[in-house]
């Protein structure tokens, strides 16, 4: 390989929420978007959905039931609407999943069977997302069995959260034994937030703090010293 020569890797990120399948195709490492969409309102009569490349947007409505049917709907439109940007799924190098929740440590896995137990083992603290993610997880796995599954999950950015502020002034046997503390999330978003705010300013990360605010459907706000 020529020295200095970068391999493109063509990246799917999707974005499981309860009822809904959001999308972006990333060429990396430039961070190219090559496509982008949604599919909202999974099971309901009608689900509006949304496709949009470099060189056109596709807005429509159409019956999708379940989400096996937004996922086939999302690589079809990928590889064979008007401006496709894949020849066929296997151009696909991964996919990556903006995960929630899982026992144990939070961080970026490979999604295995394991990880997938440890997320539903968490399903209570986590009922609106954890669900539909394993479930979107598994139908990747079953119709592209050999494509890379790859999860973030929002309480890594977290992980340092010193000891004296995660832990409630409840008994600390709740800790040990059902690993009750504050997990933090939105991990990418605050993460994000804390990048961007130092490249506006013109500083770097370690000499800033900042409070991030995630406002949304759900919301949540994360003090950050050093970028940590």
Known sequence: MPQGHLITVKVLVA????TSFKYRLFAMPEETILAEGRVERIGDPESPIEHRTAGSEI???ARIADYPSAIRNTLDQLVTSKDAVLKDVSELDAVGFKTV???GKPGTYRLTDGVLRRMADYNLLAPAHN???IEAIRIFRNLYPDLPLVGLFEAAFHTTIPDYAFIYGVPYSWYESHGIR??????ASHRYVSERTAELLGRSREELRIVSCHLGGSASVCAIRNGK
């Open 15 to 18: 974005n499981v929420g309860s």
């Open 59 to 61: 807005r429509t409505r």
């Open 101 to 103: 929740h899982l026992r």
């Open 131 to 133: 669900p539909p993610y």
């Open 182 to 187: 504050k997990y933090g999330f939105h991990g």
